[in-house]
Each structure stands twice: as C-alpha cells, then as structure tokens.
C-alpha cells in the first residue's frame, strides 16, 4: 500500500533529500538512496542514523511541500 510521501517522491526526491538533510544533518547521500518498492528500508535507514520513530519518519515525509 503506498504512503502519500511515496506517490510524492516519486519526481521529486533532489528535493525530498536537500530538506530530509536540513532537518537530519547527519543524513548521506547513501542512507537516503531511494528506490521504488523500497520505502520501508528507506525509512529504516532514516531511522537507524537519526534515532528518530518510523511515525516521526513518515509525518516528515508526508509534511514535505515540493
């Protein structure tokens, strides 16, 4: 089932990752290596480098204005 920010990302993750990088600047470009089908581990990686909950993750993702 795909999540709002997905169907988002999909043409527009330059943008998605300079603001992920300002919230989250311990963020690099390999944690935020996106592919289609793979949101989950996405966020995981998000997760795992920033401390941050997968709900907090999500509502970031889904707050983003492109």
């Known amino acids: 089932m ?3 920010w ?3 990302a999909k043409g527009n993750w ?3 990752k300079g603001k992920l ?3 989250w600047g311990e963020l690099t470009d390999d ?3 996106y592919q289609e089908g793979k949101e989950d581990e996405l966020v995981g990686r998000i997760q ?3 401390g ?3 709900e907090n993750v999500n509502n970031f993702l889904n ?3 492109y």
């Open 2 to 4: 795909s999540k709002p």
């Open 6 to 8: 997905q169907d988002k």
């Open 14 to 16: 330059n943008i998605a």
């Open 21 to 23: 990088k300002q919230e």
């Open 31 to 33: 944690d935020l290596d």
């Open 48 to 50: 795992k480098r920033t």
């Open 52 to 54: 941050e909950t997968k």
């Open 63 to 65: 707050d983003l204005k």
